[in-house]
């Protein structure tokens, strides 16, 4: 009995800790490009930094065995630079909180879109109701964001949907082909450092070398190792020990601690209306969670 208190206990700690992680993310990602850094910058160190210690983990675990090329090349190619390119690119237009919105906040409703459109797999009465207020809530905070932040606020806004596109269908996959995660750090981090890189030094624009020594290790610390390495263990960890839905859950609180992070931090306002709508989306987030029994240790 206690050592199961005890794992639920780290289990919902490890939750809290990936909502503050991504929700920091978003504020790091958005202030990137007062650094100098270029896109293409941080995608690399997304995909090189990561791999230093990645490279090493793979060779040990061999997470390559049991996957097919087809495989393979799909999770690289969702989890690889277009998508990345298009989130990093989004924060050049959008509010840092919109990134929790518009990829965290619409992942249900684009779930049930490509679920059902793809794999019959439809939902229930429940989720279909969840999905509404979240679609009503998106398109509040997106005609919100317009008014208060930028008129091209949109532009970030369509940026994230797409990434939030290319993440549900990472996260359907991995679930129907049950991917470990040292299957989803060789195809996410590996195969793409190897495919981006050579690139990337090679034809891109870079600001790397007249960076600020303090903002360029902001990024890099953030960018290559935090959400990539470290959020992956904790959301296995938080799912094996206190269960899909109660993870998920607190997952969609991400938005509205991005939007408080995103005030306090970065002085980015927010109506009475964008609340009213941030709380409506919440709700939809929760109401649209599907319930799995908490895994026993």
Not at 65 to 90: D, E, H, K, N, T
Not at 105 to 110: A, D, K
Request: net charge positive; aromatic share 12%.
């Amino acid at each position: 009995m206690a050592a199961r208190f005890s794992s639920q206990v780290t289990g919902f700690a490890a939750t809290w800790i990936i909502v503050f992680v991504w929700s920091f993310w978003l504020i790091v990602s958005r202030i990137a490009q007062d650094s100098g850094l270029t896109v293409f910058d941080l995608a690399a160190m997304r995909y090189g930094l990561a791999s230093i210690i990645a490279a090493p983990l793979c060779l040990y675990y061999k997470p390559w065995r049991g996957l097919s090329v087809l495989q393979i090349a799909v999770i690289s190619f969702i989890l690889g630079p277009v998508y990345i390119l298009c989130v990093f690119s989004a924060f050049l237009f959008a509010p840092a909180a919109h990134g929790g919105i518009f990829m965290n906040g619409v992942l249900p409703l684009v779930g049930i879109v490509i679920g059902l459109s793809l794999f019959r797999a439809t939902p229930s009465p429940r989720q279909l109701f969840g999905a509404a207020l979240i679609f009503v809530s998106a398109i509040g905070l997106a005609w919100d964001g317009s008014v208060i932040s930028s008129p091209n606020a949109w532009i970030g806004d369509l940026l994230f949907i797409i990434g939030a596109v290319f993440f549900s269908f990472y996260m359907i996959l991995s679930e129907r082909w049950q991917l470990k995660p040292m299957q989803i750090i060789f195809c996410g981090t590996i195969i793409n450092a190897i495919l981006y890189l050579p690139i990337w030094a090679l034809w891109l624009p870079s600001g790397l070398a007249d960076a600020p020594m303090g903002p360029l290790l902001l990024q890099a610390v953030y960018q290559g190792f935090v959400p990539n390495l470290i959020g992956l263990l904790l959301i296995a960890h938080a799912s094996r020990t206190i269960g899909n839905g109660n993870t998920s859950s607190i997952l969609a609180t991400v938005p509205g601690v991005g939007s408080l992070l995103g005030l306090l931090i970065l002085g980015e306002g927010i109506s009475l209306f964008g609340v009213l709508a941030l709380v409506t989306l919440t709700i939809g987030l929760l109401i649209s969670v599907r319930r799995k029994p908490v895994a026993q240790p």
